[in-house]
T-cell receptor, first 116, second 115 residues
């Protein structure tokens, strides 16, 4: 079955530290990849997405992610985090093939806490 | 452009009861999907509706059912509630042919507690 693994359950960083959140998926075919963020009390918001082309994608608020096909990975990065980045981050995939139901398959999420 | 709105925001039900959750999709979107997010978990796909018909379903029992209306709004119905149904229920909308690339727009969810 298709699945998404996020390596870290809870990450605690100080402001200005660099961030990397891991995401691996299990699916042999072509996928489209997403990172969503959920700020406390708010709805899921799209941070960035990848479906083709340059494997390094840039999103909102200074986030970027790199798709490494050989490693089935789509790690999220930010060079310098801010207190306002405190949130839960979800990696998700959609198999791009015609047989896909088109639903997002989410990882369990990584809670990021940034200390001021 | 309005986003996805869900109602109610919170709900408490007793085991065995039935519940209906509502969702208004983002303007211009014709597809609605429902997800269940249990505490400490990522959202799990329940089903998707397009043109008022179910267009895909996850691993949820038949007591989870839905409707989509001509204005693309949707309802999620759960019968015979169980304690494990306690979760945040998310509605997400998109254009059918765009979701694989564009993703979905999510609502803030309905927090259902079953006691």
């Amino acid at each position: 079955a298709q699945s998404v693994s996020q390596h870290n359950h809870h990450v605690i960083l100080s402001e200005a530290a660099s961030l990397e959140l891991g995401c691996n998926y299990s699916y042999g075919g072509t996928v489209n990849l997403f990172w969503y963020v959920q700020y406390p009390g708010q709805h899921l918001q799209l941070l960035l997405k990848y479906f083709s082309g340059d494997p390094l994608v840039k999103g909102i608020k200074g986030f970027e992610a790199e798709f490494i096909k050989s490693k089935f990975s789509f790690n999220l990065r930010k060079p310098s985090v801010q207190w306002s980045d405190t949130a839960e981050y979800f990696c998700a995939v959609v198999p791009a093939g015609g047989g896909s139901q088109g639903n997002l398959i989410f990882g369990k999420g990584t809670k990021l806490s940034v200390k001021p | 452009e309005t986003g996805v709105t869900q109602s109610p925001t919170h709900l408490i039900k007793t085991r065995g009861q039935q519940v209906t959750l509502r969702c208004s999709s983002q303007s211009g979107h014709n597809t609605v999907s429902w997800y269940q997010q249990a505490l400490g978990q990522g959202p799990q796909f329940i089903f998707q509706y397009y043109r008022e018909e179910e267009n895909g379903r996850g691993n949820f029992p038949p007591r989870f059912s839905g409707l989509q209306f001509p204005n693309y709004s949707s309802e999620l119905n759960v019968n015979a509630l169980e304690l494990d149904d306690s979760a945040l229920y998310l509605c997400a909308s998109s254009l059918l042919r765009a979701y694989k690339m564009e993703g979905y727009t999510f609502g803030s969810g309905t927090r259902l507690t079953v006691v």
